[in-house]
């Protein structure tokens, strides 16, 4: 997997205020006024039920980098502070004062950020109208009183709406609707479409790719990337008219990838770590998708929830870091399936890595007895999940077009026996797919749990492809090096893959109404790196990731790490010759 860079929100006055007279579900209480050259606040209450209120601040910065904050704001009354995220808060009669964490310290200029708080109070609550920031005064403030008051909330349960959404909860949350872009890629896209004169790369840009939350910040956004909340918005002004669907990725369980170092995460592997997942990740996530306005519209949310990691509970308990993080990765999923499905029209995914890592018959039947005690486990059980996915971020083919059949006999081995495969049988991600399937269904799962396969860079197009069948070969490792699209040197190889190209477009039912795979998506954006590898000049990163480097397979074999040479791009940036290259070698090839 691979960390994603930070967002940047930039706050929307008007429309929250807008959303909160056509709602009636919440009320703002703010006012968005610059003070020349520093900051400004929104002071946003999102529900009071007459005795108390849930706040949430987002606070614009002015001109300066900063690399550590203190806000500052008195109420007007009896108001105090009940519970606080995003910040550490203390209070002193009116004035209260809210500290940076060490994960949100860093603000840019002009870049925003979001903390919130819970509060209790008598007689009116009046918003503060003073803010300042390190000491600068900001814009901000102002109050418009509660029509009514509403049930009161924590930032651990997102408002519950008086309607349900748009359309329902559907099956396939692809089916008839319109794809959200994520202005932020589409911005690199066209960048390095302008910069090259190419058309076809620019053409990438009209492709849906998911919004990855890597870390905390990443929710507020900051360091020119947009943040959640308004991410929302956008797809929420397109949602007008119909259905759209918005993709999410939830990436950072305390002690996430235990088995790599490349998108290794900010939380420990710890119960502290859990316990900041929880109140600090998931639980701001939750709010902000379970906003009424949000769950009252024609949002699809697709959330793709922690990548790599009951994979790594399945296969890696040999890894001390594995063995150590796998019952809080079961706790902390269990916590965000408990969240994010309670929200309506929010659907859950849960990363079941690829066929080259769980197609083995033992690996699949141990992954679906993980993934069902974690479904038990939860307060909907099995209902909590909509669907799973393969292949996040991976490059593992949809299909081997000339490899149908794994026992195939050729010099009188299987197919499967061939030293690429390793008596897997799972040659693709649809069939891994189908198979899995009928694993999780067996377990438990409802037959309507449905497939997606990201197939945002596993087309392998290009000169190497095979463009038709060579039967002639006479051992199982010629006849699949013959006719194998995958040209990685080993399967296990998964950084920054040389003549890789982008695959299948998204797609809703891509195999016809009755097959479990109801989407093909590009979670990975195309073209963003999957990390870097230590060197003269750095010592972070992972070695799987250097083109010099080796893998092993387990069994003595030793194979190269199939990474694009010549490039050592941390995880997460923009990676001009591998979005070049995939471009090129795109497949069906793109115009």
């Avoid at 009071?48 to 606070?59: I, K, S």
């Amino acid at each position: 997997m691979h960390p994603r860079l930070t967002g940047k929100a930039r706050p929307l006055a008007a429309a929250l205020l807008a959303a909160a007279t056509m709602t009636g579900l919440f009320v703002t209480a703010m006012s968005q006024a610059q003070a020349a050259s520093t900051c400004s606040v929104q002071y946003q209450v999102a529900n009071d039920w007459g005795t108390g209120a849930t706040v949430n601040l987002t606070v614009t910065n002015g001109d300066t980098a900063l690399t550590a904050w203190t806000l500052s704001f008195a109420f007007a009354g009896n108001q105090h502070v009940t519970q606080g995220w995003n910040g550490t808060y203390t209070q002193s009669g009116q004035n209260v004062t809210v500290a940076s964490t060490s994960y949100n310290g860093a603000v840019a200029g002009g870049a925003s950020f979001s903390t919130g708080f819970n509060l209790g109070y008598s007689g009116t609550n009046q918003a503060p109208t003073g803010f300042s920031l390190n000491g600068a005064a900001c814009g901000g403030g102002g109050t418009t009183p509660p029509t009514s008051p509403t049930t009161p909330t924590t930032p651990t349960t997102p408002t519950t709406p008086t309607q349900p959404p748009a359309g329902g909860h559907v099956t396939n949350p692809f089916s008839g609707a319109t794809p959200y872009l994520n202005p932020d890629y589409v911005q690199e896209v066209q960048t390095q479409a302008s910069a090259d004169g190419s058309s076809a790369e620019a053409s990438v840009a009209t492709y849906q790719t998911a919004i990855w939350l890597d870390r905390i910040s990443a929710i507020a956004g900051g360091s020119g990337k947009l943040g959640l909340q308004q991410q929302m918005d956008n797809a929420l002004a397109k949602a007008a008219n119909g259905p759209v669907t918005i993709e999410v990725v939830v990436y950072d369980l305390p002690g996430r990838d235990c088995a790599a170092l490349a998108s290794n995460g900010e939380l420990p592997a710890t119960a502290a770590g859990l316990s900041s997942y929880e109140s600090q990740f998931i639980d701001p996530i939750a709010t902000i998708l379970g906003e009424s306005r949000y769950t009252a519209s024609n949002l699809r949310v697709v959330t793709i929830i922690e990548p790599d990691s009951l994979p790594n509970a399945v296969t890696n308990q040999s890894v001390q870091a594995c063995s150590t993080a796998t019952p809080l990765y079961e706790q902390g999923i269990e916590y965000a399936l408990n969240k994010l499905h309670a929200i309506p029209n929010v659907y859950t995914y849960l990363d079941i890595a690829h066929s080259a890592w769980l197609g083995w018959s033992n690996n699949m039947t141990a992954a679906g007895q993980e993934y069902a005690k974690v479904a038990r486990a939860t307060t909907s059980g099995f209902a909590s999940v909509d669907g799973f996915i393969s292949n996040t971020a991976n490059y593992t083919p949809t299909t081997e077009p000339f490899l149908p059949n794994p026992t195939l006999q050729v010099g009188g081995q299987p197919l499967d026996s061939a030293t690429f495969y390793q008596y897997n049988p799972y040659f693709d991600e649809h069939s891994y797919a189908t198979a899995m399937y009928s694993t999780l269904v067996s377990s438990g799962f409802p037959s309507r749990v449905g497939f997606l396969i990201d197939t945002s860079r596993n087309g392998w197009g290009g000169p190497n492809r095979p463009g038709q069948l060579n039967s002639s070969p006479t051992t199982p490792n010629a006849y699949v090096a013959a006719n194998k699209t995958d040209q990685r040197p080993f399967r296990g190889d998964w950084c920054n893959q040389n003549n890789a190209g982008i695959g299948a477009r998204p797609q809703a039912a891509p195999f016809g109404s009755g097959d479990p795979v109801i989407a093909f998506v590009w979670i990975k954006p195309p073209g963003e790196s999957d990390g870097d590898y230590p060197s003269g000049s750095h010592t972070h990163g992972d070695p799987h990731c250097d083109p010099a480097g080796t893998n092993t397979d387990g069994s003595g074999g030793t194979y190269g790490t199939g990474s694009l040479p010549g490039y050592d791009v941390p995880a997460g940036q923009w990676f001009a010759a591998e979005f070049q290259q995939l471009v090129a070698n795109a497949y069906p090839a793109i115009h």
